[in-house]
Every structure is written in structure tokens, then in C-alpha cells.
């Protein structure tokens, strides 16, 4: 068997050793070098070519790097039929609760405000408020929203969540569906956008979502660039309906020069750097996807493409 590793990204010196120590029965072979297309078992990939895995006549599943699977299910020539795995993997994980409790913090205590009294060379204390006090809201409660969603109800910010269908997590108040979708965002004074990118989500941090938020809410968004309007948050910003946010996402990337975010006073940049897989535990869960799809199962991150996620 033959696994095929594309991504113009990652770091295929540091994938491809971990690759092999995980499937030391398997062949690994590294884009663009594919050999005959016919050899390849499985595509673990990020951003392939628009029609590649169409390609590949023997193919028996697709692997995508990252948690994300827009980069494939926008190719109109998806081998749909295929099974697709999404990475689910401990690294990913706890690197994006990592940002999103990092975010939070940053805008609970009020760091922009600080950084510039700093510039200003201001002395000046700010009415703190406790993190019970601060109502953050979490908008996706899968894999990587629940976990974020833990670390936040530990450090007893008054959380809650909102998904798509019904979930119950401890410590947080969850919401489900479009019906429940206001009284979540008139109680989330940081709000985190966790969701998958689908034709629902698409464009959902929008204005009228901004003006449900209560006035000078904060937001992060470290789904996809596509969930935000991006002139809609400017204009909620200039208004202070919006008093800041974090994007790591955009709708183009790398972000071009011209972007008012780049200087925006009240926003933060980060380059989709929120969380990224860690080949070592990467490799070993995509390894286990395989061992888990051969032996007929159903692998962790299995996507339902009619949901698309």
C-alpha cells in the first residue's frame, strides 16, 4: 500500500519520518513525486489540486491535514464517494484551546487598552471585571469547541455555546439552532467562532449577528476567513458596537497589504497560525484512521459530506 502526502504548507521534513514510524507497512510518498497514480491507497492533503484525487483509480479514502475540509469539498471533482477524514488529533486541539483561551484573556483584561496607554505613555489603571462577570460565547462545540469551552469554564468565565444541534457540556449553557441563536449572542460579551464552514455558516459573523451582540462585544474568529463579512465587522467596529477583535482567518491569504486590518487599532492579526498539527501525534492519529478504515470501521473525523462536516 501507498500513502500520498501533499501540502504546500506543512512541513513535509518533519511529516514524513513521523508518517513512516507510524505505518512502517506502508509506503510514503511525497508530492509532487506520486509515481504511478494507481499505487496510491490513501491522500493525506492539504489544498490538492482541483481535480488530483480524481486522478487516483485505486484510491480508498482521503486524509485531510488540517480540522477544516473546505479546501476539498470545494474541488467539484471530489471522489464523493470516498470516505473523507477530517484531522482529529490531541496537538490540533490543544493548540487551538490554547489560542482561544489566549484571545479571551487578552480582550477580558482589557491588553489593546493597555498596549495603548503604553504608546501614549499613560499611567492609568482600567476598571477590571471578573471572569465570572464576563459572558464568553463559543459558536461551534465540536472536537475543538468543547475542549475550548472546558478550559474556559476552568477559569470560571461564564461560558456558553451554540451549535447546530443539542449538546451538553459542564459548566456552560448550550444553545442549538437558528431559534436559539439571539439569546446566545445577547449574552456573549466575547464571542469565539469554532463553526465548520458550510453553506449555512457561510458569511454568519455578519452585521445583523454583530448588532444581537451586546454593545462592545469582542470577537474571535479562528473558524474561516468566509464566516466573517469583513466590511460589516469595520463598520460595527467604527460604531463600537464591535470594541475589538482577533482574526487568524481570512477570506484571502495570505492577507494583502492593502487590508485595513493590518492597522486597525482594535483588531489583532495572526497569520491561520491558531492551531496547526503537530506531525508526530498527527501522523500517529492519521495512521490509526487507516488501521481503522481497513479493518472496515468507522475512524474518528469520518466527515458526513451532507453536513458538510
Not at 470560571?156 to 443539542?166: E, H, I, L, Q, T
Request: net charge negative; aromatic share 6%.
Amino acid at each position: 500500500m501507498a500513502l500520498l502526502f501533499k501540502s504546500d504548507v506543512d512541513r513535509p521534513d518533519s511529516w514524513i519520518p513521523a508518517l513512516r514510524t507510524a505505518l512502517p507497512g506502508m509506503e510514503v510518498r511525497k508530492w509532487p513525486e506520486v509515481g504511478d497514480p494507481a499505487e496510491i491507497d490513501y491522500a493525506l492533503v492539504w489544498q490538492p489540486p482541483e481535480g488530483f484525487l480524481a486522478s487516483l483509480p485505486h484510491l480508498k479514502a482521503i486524509l485531510s491535514i488540517g480540522a477544516g475540509i473546505d479546501h476539498l469539498t470545494r474541488d467539484p471533482k471530489l471522489p464523493r464517494h470516498l470516505p473523507l477524514v477530517r484531522m482529529v488529533e490531541p496537538g490540533l486541539t490543544s493548540g487551538m484551546t490554547e489560542f482561544v483561551v489566549m484571545q479571551s484573556l487578552f480582550h477580558h483584561r482589557r491588553l489593546l487598552d493597555y498596549l495603548d496607554q503604553q504608546d501614549r505613555k499613560v499611567w492609568r489603571e482600567l476598571a477590571p471585571v471578573a471572569a465570572w462577570q464576563r459572558r464568553v460565547g463559543v459558536m461551534g462545540l465540536g472536537e475543538l469547541g468543547a475542549d475550548a469551552v472546558d478550559r474556559l469554564v476552568r477559569l470560571r468565565f461564564d461560558v456558553a455555546g451554540w451549535s447546530r444541534s443539542r449538546r451538553a457540556l459542564p459548566g456552560a449553557a448550550c444553545f442549538a439552532g437558528q431559534e436559539e441563536l439571539p439569546a446566545f449572542l445577547a449574552r456573549s460579551d466575547i464571542l469565539v467562532c469554532l463553526l465548520p464552514l458550510t453553506e449555512e455558516t457561510d458569511s454568519i459573523l455578519n452585521a445583523q449577528l454583530f448588532a444581537q451582540l451586546p454593545k462592545g462585544a469582542c470577537v474571535i474568529n479562528v473558524g474561516r476567513g468566509e464566516h466573517l463579512v469583513e466590511q460589516d465587522l469595520l463598520a460595527a467596529l467604527e460604531t463600537g458596537q464591535i470594541d475589538s477583535a482577533t482574526l487568524d482567518v481570512f477570506r484571502d491569504e495570505p492577507l494583502p497589504p492593502d487590508s485595513p486590518f493590518w492597522s486597525h487599532p482594535r483588531v489583532v492579526v495572526t497569520p491561520h497560525i491558531a492551531s496547526m498539527t503537530i506531525p508526530e501525534t498527527a501522523a500517529e492519529a492519521m495512521a490509526e484512521a487507516i488501521r481503522t478504515l481497513e479493518a472496515g470501521g468507522t475512524p474518528p473525523g469520518l466527515v458526513d459530506l451532507a453536513r458538510g462536516y
